[in-house]
């Protein structure tokens, strides 16, 4: 990714440079950086409330509450994965933070679950299924209460910035029943062929 986006930059100032729009691109970048100062500061309130409420209902214990109510969909869907293990716990975490919109709260539980899962794989260099499966469930997740997503409509100026709630839920939720079932597909066709090869 680090090589995709440098490349992305050496081809910009190249074609800038070329072109003889040098100026236009050096304005772009300060409006930039300004904008997105502006806008980071704008929505680091918000952000600080809900990962502050995140860190109090797992310190008060509502975390392992939530843990256990989604622990029988998880186990469903994770069948190799043991309910009461650490993987699960920070799964359940991860999904948790993700219903409430907030993706920058949900990642460090998400990379937690993938370093369980990885561990519970047998450390092998290759993922196994429930970490793709995972992948695909953090990536179309479900947002009852999209709270980045308002903050950012807020902040440009949005009247009502959750009036988008019922089309979020549509499609997070469609997004996240077809992600499942492909993954879920893939994996049972890639069982099947590597049990026939075997």
């Known amino acids: ?82 309910r009461d293990s650490t993987a699960m716990k920070y799964m359940s975490l991860n999904i948790s933070a993700n219903l409430l919109g907030l993706g920058s709260a949900a990642t460090p539980f998400g990379l937690k679950a993938i370093k369980e899962l990885h561990r519970l794989g047998g450390e092998r260099d290759e993922a196994t299924d429930s970490m793709l499966l995972f992948v695909v469930m953090n990536t179309a997740s479900i947002q009852l209460f999209p709270t980045t997503l308002g903050a950012y409509r807020a902040t440009y100026g949005s009247e009502a910035p959750f009036d988008i709630l019922p089309s979020v839920w549509v499609s997070s939720l469609a997004a996240l029943m077809v992600g499942v079932t492909v993954a879920k597909v893939f994996s049972c066709a890639c069982g099947h062929q590597s049990r026939l090869r075997g």
């Not at 440079?17 to 680091?44: F, K, M, Q």
């Not at 600080?48 to 256990?68: K, N, P, V």
Request: aromatic letters at 8%.
């Open 1 to 82: 990714m680090n090589y995709i986006w440098a490349g992305m930059m050496i081809i910009s100032l190249l074609c800038a440079l070329l072109t003889g729009r040098g100026e236009v691109l050096s304005a772009g970048l300060v409006e930039g950086a300004g904008e997105s100062v502006e806008l980071l500061l704008s929505i680091l309130g918000i952000m600080c409330f809900w990962s502050g409420m995140m860190e109090i209902g797992r310190r008060s214990g509502l975390t392992d509450m939530l843990a256990r109510l989604f622990s029988p969909i998880l186990s469903l869907l994770f069948p190799k994965v043991p």
